[in-house]
């Protein structure tokens, strides 16, 4: 990928989250260790690039939408 692992990461679990993911599916579909991927989407979390519903899987943010908005 780009060669910037934690950005590489990132954009593989905001992938694996495009229709809802518990950690244990984003640990499954990122083949990531567990920890690296909670970290991560707790990260993502905090920057409203994710979200959690209801259920508590991580889903895509808002910001996502915010920044796909501004785009030309």
């Known amino acids: 990928m780009s060669g910037v692992g934690v950005l590489d990461k990132a954009v ?8 809802g993911a518990s950690l244990a599916e984003l640990v499954e579909r990122t083949k990531l260790p567990r920890a690296t991927a909670h970290r ?11 979200v ?21």
């Open 12 to 19: 593989v679990i905001l992938a694996a989250c495009v229709d």
């Open 40 to 50: 991560l989407a707790q990260a993502l979390e905090i920057h409203r690039m994710l």
């Open 52 to 72: 959690r519903d209801t259920q508590g899987r991580w889903r895509p943010g808002p910001r996502l939408g915010e920044l796909a908005n501004a785009a030309p």
